[in-house]
């Protein structure tokens, strides 16, 4: 992709990036978390370790697609979020992150971008879908607010 993040319009999507939850990766997010239930780590009723949420979240970001591009002297930031979880996730499987931009508009002198990300299982069915709002801004812009501050 030859654009950079904020000349994205609805209909764009990111590249999807692909990933396997390894039982160690599984691990740093229980104790940065500090979470060892059992079924993050032992698994239940014969199936392997959940995945913990957070590491999908993790994933999820846009920033973590290999075509992200930020202009430079543009800076970006999490406008609004809502994530759903639809099935479980296990270690050992891969999983594919997928991104498509939903509506671009400005605001404030601001621009905002409506996308969905959505992170599937290797059989294909979604595991997590969220819906997300950026904020792109330039710094120069910024910089000058804060200066003239009092």
């Avoid at 939850?21 to 959940?50: H, K, S, W």
């Avoid at 075509?67 to 800076?75: C, D, E, R, V």
């Avoid at 404030?108 to 709002?133: F, M």
Wanted: charged share 25%; glycine share 6%; proline share 8%.
């Amino acid at each position: 992709m030859d654009k950079y993040a904020h000349e994205l319009q609805a209909g764009d999507s990111y590249e999807p990036l692909r990933f396997i939850v390894t039982p160690e990766l599984n691990q740093q997010f229980l104790y940065a978390v500090e979470d060892f239930n059992p079924i993050f780590i032992e698994g239940r009723n014969g199936r392997p370790p959940l995945v913990h949420p957070v590491l999908l979240m993790h994933m999820s970001p846009r920033t973590r697609s290999p075509s992200y591009k930020q202009a430079p002297g543009m800076g970006s930031a999490f406008a609004s979020d809502r994530s759903t979880y639809l099935a479980p996730g296990y270690v050992g499987d891969t999983f594919e992150v997928q991104w498509r931009i939903v509506q671009t508009y400005p605001k404030r002198d601001k621009i905002y971008q409506e996308y969905v990300a959505e992170i599937r299982n290797s059989r294909g069915r979604t595991v997590l879908r969220r819906e997300l709002a950026s904020t792109f801004f330039s710094q120069g812009k910024i910089k000058a607010v804060e200066e003239a501050r009092p």
